[in-house]
């Protein structure tokens, strides 16, 4: 086990911390993905999703994002969105100096609490069905597989993944 960390939780709302996000995503993107997905994919993605302006589009829809520290150190990202009583955890991203540290199990920790103080039944995601090591994190929290979903994202390319929920 590594060692545990105490996660810090800050929503961001600068345009600044818009941008901190984006270039840890890219990173974590590129380090993480193209091994699951291919580098072309990643790219594709990063863009679409990922990038600064994706992610000031996605605030305007109502996505909440929020950076994840260790310490005083920058560690990872959220984001989320309320739909149907529901929330979706649209993205939970470490980077991979911090993985195994147990700040995702804080994070959410943090996310069901946010769900009881605003009365939302359940946490759901997609996350793809390849990406194994996040997969049994879900799980061990208590995530069940409900359904797959291949959705065409443009250029060719597709997501291939597993909805998981998390009912509260």
């Not at 195994?100 to 997609?126: A, M, N, P, Y």
Request: glycine share 6%; with cysteine; aromatic share 14%.
């Amino acid at each position: 086990m590594g060692k545990i960390n105490t996660a810090t939780i800050i929503p961001a709302k600068t345009d600044a911390e818009i941008q901190d996000i984006a270039v840890l995503a890219d990173e974590i993107w590129h380090q993480h993905f193209t091994d699951i997905i291919g580098e072309a994919q990643v790219n594709y993605m990063v863009e679409k999703f990922q990038s600064y302006p994706a992610l000031k589009e996605q605030i305007e829809e109502g996505y909440e994002y929020f950076k994840v520290y260790s310490g005083h150190t920058f560690a990872g990202y959220t984001g989320i969105h309320e739909e149907d009583g529901a929330l979706f955890l649209s993205k939970l991203y470490l980077h991979k100096n911090f993985r195994g540290q147990h700040l995702s199990t804080e994070v959410f920790r943090f996310l069901t609490d946010l769900c009881r103080e605003r009365k939302l039944s359940k946490i759901w995601l997609t996350c793809n069905k390849h990406n194994e090591n996040t997969l049994n994190v879900y799980h061990h929290w208590g995530f069940i597989t409900v359904r797959e979903q291949k959705a065409d994202i443009g250029n060719g390319f597709y997501m291939d993944d597993y909805i998981l929920e998390y009912n509260l």
